[in-house]
């Protein structure tokens, strides 16, 4: 009977937004602050960030050397 | 005399419809409720909190290879491990293994379908999983022979009852996780080919998904035609966290390095973030003068920088921290429809609708 499925797929509804009401938060200075604290700590290991040079990057051409 | 049984009927399909109002009830107050918690913890914007970082400087990032080889649109790719090898799907049926660095082809499958919309390498390298129309996920395994037949020894792994739309081998060979037109993910075990967990929870077409960076334990975030982001318990099949901001499909989603965030990338021509912990997004990149549709993002590996392929044939690069956008690049002729960032982050590769690949740094 269509009624009492409805009833089944509203009580999951019901159940999965409790679930989702009792999580525990943050706040967002708090979360934001640690986002940032990641970014600047791994900053100097991020090469498209501060740009690697030729040498080390494979996909960057390196200067060819010609015989004179 | 003994009443007629249709008005006991009828007090049972009264109940029936209270408790319905009851639960809908329910269901609205937990709604507001939600909200509610999530907007009292909303002290401050992501951007306000960053002012303090030092802004980022021009950058100069060009197009270094191009790999030309697909016959039609370029649908997905994904890096090996050894952060030189690609793997690449097509409109056309083919799967193709480039090696990055020479622009050479390892490999080349024919699938039996078109459209294949999803593939991934294998962590050990040794192995492909692709899917698309034909509405599964298969396996090749890579043999170092290069005259053997790929297809002959291909194992159909996942499958759904409607498109494959995404595929990722978690954090070995033996398991993958699919994502589908059929509006559900699945978990599946590649040997026997069994389903290991399904998610339910999607109300349309799940088009992305990611699996959270290892060390922050079993989960994985999906997006779909209904406009939500949900996040997942890999071993439970629940539902953890769910967040629906964004106006239209949500064509990508990509965690955050640390894992305590994901960033999506909508046909609404925003990509948004959102962190897990704060339940809540707290980032929204975008321009009036972008109105085309996000295929795909990608962190740099700091998470500072986010690559988003944008259907008007090019990628925007944006500061994750101020918001902002630091880069807009060019090179395409048709919509960027992937976008992957390589391991070791030195440089993100793109898949375009012009049938082409390319590799930026």
Not at chain 1, 29 to 56: K, M, W, Y
Not at chain 2, 183 to 194: H, I, K, P
Not at chain 2, 200 to 205: N, S
């Amino acid at each position: 009977m269509s009624g009492s499925s409805n009833l089944v797929a509203m009580k999951k509804v019901v159940q999965q937004l409790r679930f989702e009401a009792s999580i525990n938060r943050v706040k967002v200075s708090q979360a934001a602050a640690d986002l940032q604290q990641f970014c600047i700590q791994n900053a100097l290991q991020d090469p498209l960030l501060t740009g690697v040079s030729s040498s080390t990057n494979p996909f960057r051409p390196q200067k060819v050397c010609s015989f004179l | 005399m003994r009443s007629p049984p249709i008005p006991e009927m009828a007090t049972q399909e009264v109940q029936l419809s209270e408790t319905l109002a009851h639960l809908k009830t329910e269901s609205d107050t937990l709604k507001g409720k939600l909200e509610e918690e999530r907007a009292k913890l909303h002290d401050v914007e992501l951007h306000q909190v960053a002012e303090k970082v030092e802004g980022l400087g021009q950058f100069v990032m060009k197009t270094r290879r191009t790999l030309k080889g697909h016959g039609n649109k370029v649908l997905c790719m994904d890096w090996c491990k050894d952060k030189r090898r690609i793997v690449s799907s097509s409109q056309d049926g083919k799967v193709i293994v480039w090696d990055a660095f020479t622009t050479n082809k390892e490999h080349a499958v024919t699938m039996p379908c078109t459209w294949v919309m999803a593939c991934a390498y294998a962590p050990s390298g040794c192995a492909v999983a692709c899917g698309g129309l034909d509405n599964k996920c298969s396996v090749y395994p890579l043999s170092l022979d290069k005259n053997e037949n790929l297809a002959a020894k291909k194992k159909s792994v996942a499958m759904h009852t409607n498109y494959l739309s995404a595929c990722s081998f978690t954090n070995s060979d033996m398991q993958i996780l699919t994502s589908s037109g059929d509006g559900t993910c699945a978990l599946w075990d590649v040997e026997s080919g069994q389903l290991l967990q399904s998610f339910h929870g999607h109300a349309a077409d799940v088009l992305c998904l990611d699996l959270a960076p290892s060390e922050t334990g079993n989960t994985f975030v999906s997006g779909g035609c209904d406009k939500k982001a949900n996040v997942w318990d890999m071993r439970s099949g629940q539902c953890i966290q769910s967040f629906e901001t964004h106006e239209s499909d949500i064509n990508s989603v990509r965690y955050y390095p640390s894992g305590d965030a994901f960033a999506s990338g909508s046909d609404d021509a925003t990509c948004r973030l959102y962190d897990l912990r704060a339940d809540r997004e707290v980032a929204i990149y975008s321009k009036e003068s972008i109105i085309f549709g996000v295929s795909s993002v990608d962190f740099s590996l700091s998470g500072r920088l986010l690559f988003g392929g944008y259907n008007d044939y090019t990628i925007n690069v944006w500061d994750v921290l101020k918001g902002t956008r630091v880069s807009i690049l060019f090179g395409h002729e048709n919509r960027v429809s992937t976008l992957r960032v390589s391991p070791d982050g030195t440089a993100f590769c793109t898949g375009s609708w012009d049938h082409t690949l390319r590799t930026w740094a």
